[in-house]
């Protein structure tokens, strides 16, 4: 079974930026990897998606053109660059793979077979 580690949370102030990694203990097949995120009280939401066969992506409207997913297949390895960050980013931000079928930015969590133990990120005004 994969297991999936991510690293790179942290805290920093608004307009900070902060990359995210995700490492797969091994190769599994996946239409598509993604980042989600889970604030406090709040359901967990799809941050970014990457298809990776051709590596065509999809932002959630909130961090478009602040957040960059992507994938370096040699290391098995999921990344998300987040710059600008807000303080309502504040989250537990997980990264997911094994989706058999992904539906663009309307790719939900269910979707996905593996998930990492999540890793915190606080931006502070």
């Known amino acids: 079974r994969v297991q999936l580690v991510e690293s790179g949370g942290g805290s920093v102030q608004a307009g900070g930026s902060l990359r995210l990694s995700c490492a797969a203990s091994?190769?599994?097949?996946?239409?598509?990897m993604g980042w989600f995120r889970q604030a406090p009280g709040k359901e967990r939401e799809g941050v970014a998606h990457?298809?990776?066969?051709?590596?065509?992506?999809y932002y959630a409207d909130s961090v478009e053109g602040r957040f960059t997913i992507s994938q370096d297949n040699a290391r098995n390895t999921l990344y998300l660059q987040m710059n600008s960050l807000e303080p309502e980013d504040t989250a537990m931000y997980y990264c997911a793979t094994g989706a058999l079928e992904c539906t663009g930015r309307k790719t939900w969590s269910y979707q996905y077979n593996y998930w990492g133990q999540g890793t915190q990120v606080t931006v502070s005004s």
């Open positions: 091994e190769y599994t097949y996946s239409y598509c």
């Open positions: 990457i298809y990776t066969g051709g590596g065509t992506t």
